[in-house]
């Protein structure tokens, strides 16, 4: 059984590492919840430590390593298209700028893998893998499909941002590709910054979408094409020169209006520009996702990229494209192409059958109860033990607690699926705004998640597909919507976590103990960090976070840490909850 380390350097973001042995992935995890630094930029060499300390190997007990992007290739596409523009005057000193950009991440690959080979005395060379047969190969590979469609999008691999391939076995063949500048990833970037948001705020323009009317959908129309040939291309008229954040032509200004600056106030005018960018998405998705299943004629499509994280855009794909069946990884963006590069060196160069399908998240670091009991007492911090630690945070979440819930191994991804979660009451109709105001600290339109009992969804949800990894928006039955506000969108959906009680039996145990006390079957689940930082990964990220923020109680193994001494402790948060005015 070879050892196989899969890299995401970093050339983008969310750099990580995964090491695959003994026919499983024994761990994945992103370069950020170590180094505490968000979106992870950089070469993972804390992720890529913690992967070998884990195994109890070195670099000489590896049988290969495979990057997840062919640096020289991202050189050449971004020389090649920049070039051009290098004569324009007004864009000369971006372009220019951008290619001495592009040059770090190319030095930076080749001199890490270099450093790689003289460690094992040249034994160990690494392969520059194609960005998009990572990002196809995570999905696929982790999939339970034996045979599925994959279609992959995102802002840009190397000079392709989009890629639709046929996967059988252990075999993937690519039908076609889309290439940069036309960009699905890039366009919905471009939008969200001009919207007013940041780097990797695309979800607040998903949720914002559900606010607005679609009022440019006839500009959209004209800015994004369908090409009836399962791609799309982006009408140039409205970009000046891409790639950067002052991408758009005066046109695409006329159109749609000036930036928003991050300090004005969100209107009419922003919202109908979300809601209109998020129907065209979905509409080209659904095109491509038909075209596809036409050439395949298979029922099982595999998604990755990071415009697969567009959980709207998924729920659209499975009740609107021929597809029965969707699957999409926990990491669907850059984080999960380390999965993909260790997945497809395994099944491509070692000949290894499949492994067992991806149930689950939970494939970074773990902590013991001694190593949690440990640091408790080294940070002087009060706590009881629980033996029944799920039922007893039932309760608390009953009596309107907010809960911090550290169990297990740290999930792969961006979101917290029960391993490091804050937990609530979904049936309170003050909870958003609590979280909103004394624990998260974001916008007030951003909508909270529930976990529900897999068994129960479809009393709840109008989808009976599963959706462990959050990664789908149901529209919530118009008659339960009242029973559940905190979780309900205000289009009336919601984004589901089913949870199987044999994926995660404490998560598990937890709901259907909250299900006993007030009927129903779901709780609150957001991630666990706080003002901007990754989610937390060690006891001492969680114990800082936890008094750091609005949080009540935290659940760390069996401990029970509060910050309610008082002998009826949730009555007391709930009066202050209930107490305190809205933020709106
Ligand atoms: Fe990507």
Redesign the pocket.
């Known amino acids: 059984m070879p050892w196989i380390l899969g890299l995401n350097t970093g050339f ?1 973001h969310d750099a990580s590492a995964t090491l695959i042995g003994e026919g499983r992935i024994v761990l994945a995890v992103e370069e950020e919840r170590l180094d505490r630094v968000k979106f992870g930029r950089g070469f993972p060499r804390l992720a890529i430590e913690r992967c070998l300390k884990t195994a109890g190997i070195g670099w000489g007990g590896l049988d290969a390593v495979g990057f997840n992007v062919d640096p020289w290739r991202m050189f050449r596409a971004n020389l090649a298209f920049n070039l051009r523009f290098l004569v324009k005057p007004r864009a000369f000193t971006y372009a220019a700028f951008y290619l001495g950009s592009s040059l770090a991440p190319l030095l930076s690959d080749l001199r890490e893998a270099e450093k790689i080979r003289r460690a094992t005395e040249g034994t160990l060379k690494p392969d520059f893998l194609d ?1 998009h047969l990572c ?1 196809a190969a995570s999905a696929f590979y982790a999939s339970p499909f034996e045979e599925a469609a994959i279609l992959t999008i ?2 840009r ?1 190397e000079d392709i941002s989009a890629s639709a391939s046929l996967g059988r076995g252990t075999t993937m063949t690519r039908l076609r590709t889309v290439h940069w500048p036309d960009s699905l990833g890039m366009l919905y970037l471009s939008l969200t910054l001009h919207l007013g948001f940041q780097v990797g705020d695309e979800y607040k323009v998903m949720g914002l979408a559900a606010y607005g009317a679609p009022a440019y959908a006839e500009a959209f129309e004209d800015l994004l094409q369908d090409d009836r040939r399962g791609g799309f291309r982006l009408n140039p008229a409205y970009f000046d020169y891409l790639g950067v954040e002052r991408c758009f032509s005066k046109k695409f200004y006329a159109v749609f209006g000036p930036r928003r600056r991050r300090d004005e106030p969100i209107t009419t005018r922003h919202r109908d520009i979300a809601c209109s960018l998020q129907q065209r998405l979905e509409e080209v998705l659904v095109s491509m996702a038909e075209h596809l299943h036409r050439e395949t004629r298979v029922p099982n499509l595999c998604l990755a ?2 415009v697969a994280f567009n959980s709207v855009a998924n729920g659209a794909l499975l009740r609107r494209s021929p597809f029965r069946r969707i699957f999409v990884q926990p990491a669907a ?2 984080a999960g ?1 380390s999965l993909g590069a260790a997945l497809w060196l395994a099944h491509q160069r070692f000949r290894q059958p499949r492994y067992a399908p991806m149930t689950h998240a939970f494939l970074g670091p773990a902590f013991t109860e001694e190593q949690i009991e440990a640091t408790l007492q080294t940070c002087k911090v009060a706590y009881t033990r629980e033996p029944q630690i799920a039922v007893r945070v039932a309760r608390l979440l009953a009596d309107g607690a907010v809960v911090g819930w550290f169990q297990g191994p740290l999930e792969l991804g961006p979101r917290a699926l029960g391993g490091r979660s804050i937990l609530a009451d979904p049936r309170r109709l003050d909870m958003k705004d609590l979280l909103n105001r004394c624990v998260k600290h974001r916008e007030a339109f951003r909508p909270f998640a529930p976990a529900v009992l897999a068994e129960r969804a479809t009393e709840y949800f109008e989808c009976d597909h599963p959706s462990p990894f959050m990664l789908f928006v149901y529209p919530v039955r118009p008659e339960k919507r009242r029973a559940i506000p905190a979780v309900t969108h205000v289009d009336g959906s919601a984004r589901v976590q089913t949870v199987r009680r044999e994926d995660q039996p404490l998560f598990w145990e937890l709901i259907s103990a909250f299900e006993r006390l007030t009927g129903v079957p779901m709780v609150l689940n957001t991630s666990f960090n706080v003002d901007g930082e990754p989610i937390v990964c060690t006891p001492t990220d969680a114990i800082r976070s936890f008094f750091g923020a609005g949080l009540d109680y935290l659940a760390i193994g069996t401990f029970l840490v509060s910050k309610h001494p008082a002998a009826d402790p949730g009555a007391a948060l709930s009066s202050l909850a209930l107490s305190e005015p809205s933020s709106g």
Do not use: M, S
Request: glycine share 36%; no cysteine.
């Open positions: 983008a960005h990002h995102d802002q691999g990229g990071g963006g850059d192409t």
